[in-house]
C-alpha cells in the first residue's frame, strides 16, 4: 500500500498541474494543424479485432496483476481525514500480455446505495489527457487540489454522489497507461483506444464481478468526442457473441465534445461571437472568406482567425467566466473594442 500511495502522490503532483493546459492545447495544435491541409478521415471502426463479416478472435482475458482488494486504497495522500464514505481502488488491468501493455484505472464507489447504483465510466481527451489527473482531480472526481498543491478538500458536485465512477487512463502512454512495446506509442489510434478500452472493462469486470450486471454508461469530454461512441459501437458489437462477458451498456454522455475538423472548428468561432468574445467584423470575416469544409484556408482566412484569437486574449476555454489558474506571470492581453 505505501508503494502505491507513493504512485498515486508522484501523479497528482504531476498530472494536476499540466492537464488543464495539455487539454486545450491539443485541442488546439489539432485545430490550426488542419488549417493548410484537409482533415484527416478517423479510421473506419469495424469492431474489435474483426477477422471477417461476422467473425471475431478471442478477446484477451487473463489473470491480473492483483485482485480488488489489493487495489483499494486505503487514502488518497492528502486526502480528509473525516467525511470520506466511500470506497477507491486504483491499479492496473493488463489488455495484452505480450505487449505488456496495461491501462491504469482509478474507482470510487458511491457513498450511499453502491450495489445498486450504477457504474459511469469516465474518458478525458486530447488525446493524450489523464482522466485521472483532469477529470478526477479537476473536474468530477470525488476531491480538488488545495492551493497549496498538497492537500485535497471533498468535492460538492463529484458524480459519485450519484454514481460509482471509473477513471481510465488511456490508451497506452496517458498518464500511467504503459506498454514494454515501444511501438505501441507510436501505432495508437482510435481502433487500438476503443479495443484496448474494451479488454480493459471486461478483464476489469473480473475484479469486480459484482459489477457485470449493473447498468452501464460511457462518458467524456474532447476527443472522446470519438472515444466515447467508438467504444459504444465495441461493446454493442462484442455483446453479440455469447461465449464472453455482455456488458450491459445503457447510455453514452459527451460535453464539448471534438467530432470532426470541419464541425469542431466552425462551432468554436461560433461559440467566441456569441459570447462576446469576438468581433461581428471577425466573425463575419471567418464566416464569408474560411471554407472548413476542405481546408483550404487562404491568407485572407487565415488573417481573420489569427485576429480571432488576439481578441479572444487569455481565458480558458472550458470556463470563460473564471480566472485563468496559472501562477506564471505572462503579458495582460491586448485590449480590443467588441461590437455587438
Given at each position: 500500500?505505501?508503494?502505491?500511495?507513493?504512485?498515486?502522490?508522484?501523479?497528482?503532483?504531476?498530472?494536476?498541474?499540466?492537464?488543464?493546459?495539455?487539454?486545450?492545447?491539443?485541442?488546439?495544435?489539432l485545430?490550426?494543424?488542419h488549417?493548410?491541409?484537409?482533415p484527416?478521415?478517423s479510421?473506419?471502426?469495424?469492431?474489435?479485432?474483426?477477422?471477417?463479416?461476422?467473425?471475431?478472435?478471442?478477446?484477451?482475458v487473463?489473470?491480473?496483476?492483483?485482485?480488488?482488494?489489493?487495489?483499494?486504497?486505503?487514502?488518497?495522500?492528502?486526502?480528509?481525514?473525516?467525511?470520506?464514505?466511500?470506497?477507491?481502488?486504483?491499479g492496473?488491468?493488463?489488455?495484452?500480455?505480450?505487449?505488456?501493455?496495461?491501462?491504469?484505472?482509478?474507482?470510487v464507489?458511491?457513498?450511499?446505495n453502491?450495489?445498486?447504483?450504477?457504474?459511469?465510466l469516465?474518458?478525458?481527451?486530447?488525446?493524450?489527457?489523464?482522466?485521472?489527473?483532469?477529470?478526477?482531480?479537476?473536474?468530477?472526481?470525488?476531491?480538488?487540489?488545495?492551493?497549496?498543491?498538497?492537500s485535497?478538500?471533498?468535492?460538492?458536485?463529484a458524480?459519485?454522489?450519484?454514481?460509482?465512477?471509473?477513471?481510465?487512463?488511456?490508451?497506452?502512454?496517458?498518464?500511467?497507461?504503459?506498454?514494454?512495446?515501444?511501438?505501441?506509442?507510436?501505432?495508437?489510434?482510435?481502433?487500438?483506444t476503443?479495443?484496448?478500452?474494451?479488454?480493459?472493462l471486461?478483464?476489469?469486470?473480473?475484479?469486480?464481478?459484482?459489477?457485470?450486471?449493473?447498468?452501464?454508461?460511457?462518458?467524456?469530454?474532447?476527443?472522446?468526442?470519438?472515444?466515447?461512441p467508438?467504444?459504444?459501437?465495441?461493446?454493442?458489437?462484442?455483446?453479440?457473441?455469447?461465449?464472453?462477458?455482455?456488458?450491459?451498456?445503457?447510455?453514452?454522455?459527451?460535453?464539448?465534445?471534438?467530432?470532426?475538423?470541419?464541425?469542431?472548428?466552425?462551432?468554436?468561432?461560433?461559440?467566441?461571437?456569441?459570447?462576446?468574445?469576438?468581433s461581428?467584423?471577425?466573425?463575419a470575416?471567418i464566416?464569408?472568406?474560411?471554407?472548413?469544409?476542405?481546408?483550404?484556408i487562404?491568407?485572407?482566412?487565415?488573417?481573420?482567425?489569427?485576429q480571432?484569437?488576439?481578441?479572444?486574449?487569455?481565458?480558458?476555454?472550458?470556463?470563460?467566466?473564471?480566472?485563468?489558474?496559472?501562477?506564471?506571470?505572462?503579458?495582460?492581453?491586448?485590449?480590443?473594442?467588441?461590437?455587438?
Amino acid at each position: 500500500m505505501t508503494m502505491k500511495l507513493s504512485l498515486l502522490s508522484c501523479l497528482l503532483l504531476l498530472s494536476v498541474s499540466c492537464n488543464s493546459a495539455n487539454q486545450v492545447g491539443n485541442l488546439n495544435k489539432l485545430i490550426k494543424s488542419h488549417r493548410n491541409q484537409k482533415p484527416l478521415q478517423s479510421e473506419s471502426q469495424n469492431g474489435l479485432d474483426q477477422v471477417g463479416d461476422n467473425t471475431y478472435s478471442p478477446v484477451y482475458v487473463g489473470s491480473q496483476d492483483g485482485s480488488k482488494e489489493a487495489d483499494k486504497v486505503e487514502a488518497l495522500p492528502g486526502q480528509p481525514t473525516e467525511g470520506v464514505d466511500f470506497n477507491q481502488y486504483a491499479g492496473y488491468v493488463t489488455v495484452d500480455a505480450d505487449a505488456g501493455r496495461a491501462l491504469f484505472y482509478y474507482f470510487v464507489e458511491s457513498p450511499q446505495n453502491s450495489s445498486t447504483r450504477p457504474l459511469v465510466l469516465w474518458l478525458n481527451g486530447g488525446p493524450g489527457c489523464s482522466s485521472l489527473g483532469y477529470g478526477a482531480m479537476e473536474e468530477l472526481g470525488p476531491f480538488r487540489v488545495n492551493s497549496d498543491g498538497n492537500s485535497l478538500y471533498k468535492n460538492g458536485y463529484a458524480w459519485n454522489n450519484e454514481a460509482n465512477v471509473l477513471f481510465l487512463e488511456s490508451p497506452a502512454g496517458v498518464g500511467f497507461s504503459y506498454s514494454n512495446t515501444t511501438s505501441d506509442y507510436q501505432n495508437v489510434g482510435d481502433n487500438k483506444t476503443a479495443s484496448d478500452s474494451y479488454k480493459f472493462l471486461i478483464n476489469w469486470l473480473e475484479k469486480f464481478p459484482e459489477y457485470k450486471t449493473r447498468d452501464f454508461f460511457i462518458t467524456g469530454e474532447s476527443y472522446a468526442g470519438h472515444y466515447v461512441p467508438q467504444l459504444a459501437y465495441t461493446i454493442v458489437s462484442e455483446n453479440k457473441i455469447t461465449n464472453q462477458t455482455k456488458i450491459n451498456l445503457k447510455g453514452i454522455a459527451i460535453g464539448n465534445a471534438w467530432i470532426d475538423a470541419s464541425t469542431g472548428t466552425q462551432g468554436g468561432y461560433d461559440y467566441l461571437w456569441t459570447h462576446a468574445l469576438n468581433s461581428d467584423e471577425t466573425s463575419a470575416g471567418i464566416n464569408k472568406y474560411c471554407d472548413f469544409v476542405t481546408f483550404n484556408i487562404t491568407s485572407t482566412c487565415d488573417k481573420y482567425m489569427s485576429q480571432s484569437e488576439n481578441e479572444v486574449g487569455e481565458i480558458d476555454p472550458y470556463n470563460i467566466y473564471a480566472p485563468l489558474c496559472n501562477t506564471e506571470s505572462k503579458p495582460a492581453a491586448s485590449t480590443v473594442s467588441v461590437s455587438l
